[in-house]
T-cell receptor
Framework: DARVTQTPRHKVTEMGQEVTMRCQPI?????VFWYRQTMMQGLELLAY????????DSGMPKDRFSAEMPDATLATLKIQPSEPRDSAVYFC?????????????FGPGTRLTVL | GDSVTQMEGPVTLSEEAFLTINCTYT??????LFWYVQYPGEGLQLLLK?????DKGSNKGFEATYRKETTSFHLEKGSVQVSDSAVYFC????????????FGSGTRLQVQP
């Protein structure tokens, strides 16, 4: 049963520290998404990649967030420096986008707390 | 831009009651529509989907029909169980081009024994 995996599941850090979250998409999927979930904003898109190329990162604060896909099996989301307002659950999702097919499968999320 | 509106929660029902969670959308073109479910402390799981008008998605006793004329995708279940207690998200994907999901705010369902 193929799944999206994310590490770490939980992260507590202090303001100003660098945070790196990792995601392993489902093998064969060509699209990876990063979403953030907060009580106030709900689920919002941060960035997404197609065939490892960034297509849209308009949802990310550019000065502190960066997203990359160094290879087809790994996507990373980095925050430097982190701030308390970044506290949220970060979800990675992957999908095989082909024609009308565009179902996304979500990982379990990384719960980030910035003190 | 695209948007999804869900009914406010929480929705509290007794076991075996009928469930409806309303969802309406605004989108250009022909979006795909989805329902995702999130159990406490977990990620989102795809519950069902529909990709064109009049399609009915179904899974685990849940159903939703893509109604283009009313721009709706209401979630229904004939008899809920305690194990259905979760947060339900309606979402759309543009269908072409940008494929990121636009989510509704989520509806918490609480089923009491």
């Amino acid at each position: 049963d193929a799944r999206v995996t994310q590490t770490p599941r939980h992260k507590v850090t202090e303001m100003g520290q660098e945070v790196t979250m990792r995601c392993q998409p489902i093998l064969g999927h060509n699209t990876v998404f990063w979403y953030r979930q907060t009580m106030m904003q709900g689920l919002e898109l941060l960035a997404y990649f197609r065939n490892r190329a960034p297509l849209d990162d308009s949802g990310m604060p550019k000065d502190r967030f960066s997203a990359e896909m160094p290879d087809a099996t790994l996507a990373t989301l980095k925050i430097q420096p982190s701030e308390p307002r970044d506290s949220a659950v970060y979800f990675c999702a992957s999908g095989l986008v082909l024609g009308q097919q565009d179902t996304q499968y979500f990982g379990p999320g990384t719960r980030l707390t910035v003190l | 831009g695209d948007s999804v509106t869900q009914m406010e929660g929480p929705v509290t029902l007794s076991e075996e009651a009928f469930l409806t969670i309303n969802c309406t959308y605004t989108a250009t073109g022909y979006p795909s529509l989805f329902w995702y479910v999130q159990y406490p402390g977990e990620g989102l799981q795809l519950l069902l989907k529909a990709t064109k008008a009049d399609d009915k998605g179904s899974n685990k006793g849940f159903e939703a029909t893509y109604r283009k004329e009313t721009t709706s995708f209401h979630l229904e279940k004939g008899s809920v169980q305690v194990s259905d207690s979760a947060v339900y998200f309606c979402a759309l994907s543009a269908g072409t081009g940008r494929r990121a999901l636009t989510f509704g705010s989520g509806t918490r369902l609480q089923v009491q024994p």
